[in-house]
C-alpha cells in the first residue's frame, strides 16, 4: 500500500560524489520521520542519517560532515547527498519512512524501499 522507490546508487571513486533520491507513494496522509540505513557485507543494519517532517537532521558519527539528508514535503522524498567518499561507505542503502495513512488517526507505519548499491573501491 506505500512503496518506496529508490534510485542513484552506483560506483563512485574514493573522494567522489552520489545523491541518492527515494520516493514514496501509495496510501500516505502525511510522512512524519524519513532516514537512510546501510548494510555492508557481514554487518548488521544501521542508521546512517534521519530527518524529520519539519527538517531536523541526525547523523551517525562516521558521515558527519559528509553526508547530507534533505526531503521534499510536497514530493514525498527524501535524499541523501554523499560527499567525500571512502571505501567503508560501500553498502546497499535503503530509505525508510513512518507514514501516517489516515486522517483519522495518528498511527504511524514503518516502510521500506528497496535498496541501491553503492560501491566504493579501495
Known amino acids: 500500500q506505500v512503496q518506496l522507490v529508490e534510485s542513484g546508487g552506483g560506483l563512485v571513486q574514493p573522494g567522489g560524489s552520489l545523491r541518492l533520491s527515494c520516493g514514496a507513494s501509495g496510501r500516505i496522509f502525511s510522512i512524519n520521520v524519513m532516514g537512510w540505513y546501510r548494510q555492508a557485507p557481514g554487518k548488521q543494519r544501521e542508521l546512517v542519517a534521519t530527518i524529520t517532517s519539519v527538517g531536523s537532521a541526525a547523523y551517525t558519527d562516521s558521515v558527519k560532515g559528509r553526508f547530507t539528508i534533505s526531503r521534499d514535503n510536497a514530493k514525498n522524498a527524501v535524499y541523501l547527498q554523499m560527499n567525500s567518499l571512502k571505501p567503508e561507505d560501500t553498502a546497499v542503502y535503503y530509505c525508510?519512512?513512518?507514514?501516517?495513512?489516515?486522517?483519522?488517526?495518528?498511527?504511524?507505519?514503518?516502510?521500506w524501499g528497496q535498496g541501491t548499491q553503492v560501491t566504493v573501491p579501495s
Open positions: 525508510n519512512a513512518h507514514v501516517r495513512q489516515t486522517i483519522l488517526t495518528m498511527r504511524e507505519y514503518e516502510f
